[in-house]
């Protein structure tokens, strides 16, 4: 019996030994080839923002896009694909997450302060529409209402099933709110004990290109970027309410979202009526992570994105869009994955 013990002590311990191994390995492998792909944009104070920048000669616009919670900038992956050539885009990490130094205090003022930074010295004078997805949402629909002289030059705001303050707020202490908290806490261990990099959290189906679902794995693996989301979504609870956006805004909601379909629907269309120059996109067939890691539901998005801003004198509701086949440049980038 004891050499039995004995022998699951060791395998055991074998487990763990490989468990760290491999995480720690992803991690360094990862880093390094993060760091080899995209740009880090040294900010006045001397700290480091991982960026990834593409405006091509012929561009007229640009989109800047804004990640959500625990989420690097890669997962645009499908939509930046499927943006026509006279657009360029701007995605980047919040500090903690990837390259992107990390902060003891961050909050709504710094990051508009970033916002501002990578406008001025990435898109210049070009037309520029906000996007965020979730988290990302609000900050940058937040960031048009209540940064001084923001909306210069912003032809419209895309919030991508953006979170609501307010609803967030009223889910303290609830069973959800302690699930959330119980699931950063964890995915932290996760991370640390080199489990995250052999299944990627979120995303579960590794419906990106296969150099983007190791890029995404590889970033799960990072205690820190766990410890970032869980200090996010801390933070979001005290953020303000919105309810001015002097700007076109276009609401898209993921139509199969988990949980309470009407309660989601209703909280989206709060959000879409702080424009009076809105309308409300619903993705059907998509849910909170798919709307972006599925092509054809990140090609609706696309099309949103760089399609005319909405005009009129209140939100304007649009029929669920079944789904539909990727077109060109999604189905290109599956044919890269056969």
Same mark, same amino acid.
């Given at each position: 019996?004891?050499?039995?013990?004995?022998?699951?002590?060791?395998?055991?311990?074998?487990?763990a030994?490989?468990?760290?191994?491999t995480?720690?390995?992803?991690?360094?492998?990862?880093?390094?080839?993060? %760091?080899?792909r995209?740009?880090?944009?040294?900010? /006045?104070?001397?700290?480091l923002?991982?960026?990834?920048?593409?405006?091509?000669?012929? %561009?007229?616009?640009?989109?800047?896009l804004?990640?959500?919670l625990?989420?690097?900038?890669?997962?645009?992956?499908?939509?930046?694909?499927?943006?026509?050539?006279?657009?360029g885009?701007?995605?980047?990490?919040?500090?903690?997450?990837?390259?992107?130094?990390?902060?003891?205090?961050y909050?709504?003022h710094? !990051?508009? +302060?970033?916002l501002?930074e990578?406008?001025?010295?990435?898109? =210049?004078?070009?037309?520029?529409v906000?996007?965020? !997805?979730?988290l990302g949402?609000?900050?940058? *629909?937040?960031?048009?209402?209540? !940064?001084?002289? %923001?909306?210069?030059?912003?032809?419209?705001?895309?919030?991508?099933? *953006?979170? +609501?303050?307010?609803?967030?707020?009223?889910?303290r202490?609830?069973n959800?709110?302690?699930?959330?908290?119980?699931?950063?806490?964890?995915?932290?261990?996760?991370?640390g004990?080199?489990?995250?990099?052999?299944r990627?959290?979120?995303?579960?189906?590794? &419906?990106?290109?296969?150099?983007?679902?190791r890029?995404?794995?590889?970033?799960?693996? #990072?205690?820190?970027?766990?410890?970032?989301?869980? &200090?996010?979504?801390?933070?979001?609870?005290t953020?303000?309410e919105?309810?001015d956006?002097?700007?076109?805004?276009?609401?898209?909601?993921?139509?199969n979202?988990?949980?309470?379909?009407?309660? #989601? !629907?209703?909280?989206q269309?709060r959000?879409?009526?702080?424009?009076?120059?809105?309308?409300?996109?619903?993705?059907?067939?998509?849910? #909170?992570?798919?709307?972006?890691?599925?092509?054809? #539901? =990140? +090609?609706?998005?696309?099309?949103?994105?760089?399609g005319?801003?909405?005009?009129g004198?209140? /939100?304007?509701r649009?029929?669920?869009v079944?789904?539909?086949p =990727?077109?060109?440049?999604?189905?290109e980038? +599956?044919?890269?994955?056969?």
């Amino acid at each position: 019996m004891a050499s039995l013990e004995r022998q699951f002590a060791v395998g055991l311990a074998g487990l763990a030994g490989a468990s760290l191994l491999t995480g720690a390995v992803t991690r360094f492998t990862g880093r390094r080839e993060r %760091a080899r792909r995209y740009l880090l944009h040294e900010r /006045p104070d001397g700290s480091l923002v991982e960026v990834a920048v593409h405006i091509p000669p012929q %561009a007229r616009r640009v989109v800047l896009l804004d990640n959500g919670l625990g989420a690097p900038h890669e997962y645009w992956d499908w939509v930046c694909g499927a943006l026509p050539d006279d657009m360029g885009y701007v995605r980047f990490n919040r500090p903690g997450y990837g390259l992107s130094t990390p902060v003891t205090q961050y909050g709504l003022h710094r !990051h508009f +302060e970033l916002l501002q930074e990578l406008r001025d010295t990435y898109i =210049a004078d070009l037309p520029v529409v906000l996007a965020g !997805h979730s988290l990302g949402g609000y900050f940058v *629909a937040a960031y048009a209402s209540r !940064h001084p002289g %923001a909306l210069k030059g912003v032809t419209a705001v895309v919030m991508i099933d *953006a979170t +609501e303050v307010i609803s967030l707020r009223h889910s303290r202490r609830t069973n959800v709110d302690r699930w959330a908290r119980q699931s950063l806490v964890m995915e932290q261990v996760y991370a640390g004990a080199g489990l995250s990099a052999f299944r990627p959290a979120k995303n579960v189906n590794k &419906q990106y290109r296969p150099q983007i679902n190791r890029s995404y794995t590889a970033f799960m693996t #990072h205690p820190r970027a766990w410890a970032t989301a869980r &200090q996010e979504y801390l933070d979001a609870m005290t953020f303000p309410e919105l309810t001015d956006l002097d700007c076109p805004l276009t609401v898209v909601t993921a139509e199969n979202n988990v949980g309470d379909n009407a309660t #989601h !629907h209703a909280v989206q269309a709060r959000l879409a009526a702080i424009s009076k120059r809105s309308r409300h996109h619903f993705i059907d067939g998509s849910d #909170h992570e798919s709307v972006l890691a599925v092509p054809a #539901h =990140a +090609e609706q998005v696309a099309e949103v994105i760089a399609g005319e801003p909405p005009s009129g004198t209140g /939100p304007e509701r649009e029929k669920p869009v079944k789904d539909r086949p =990727a077109g060109k440049r999604a189905a290109e980038r +599956e044919e890269e994955l056969a």
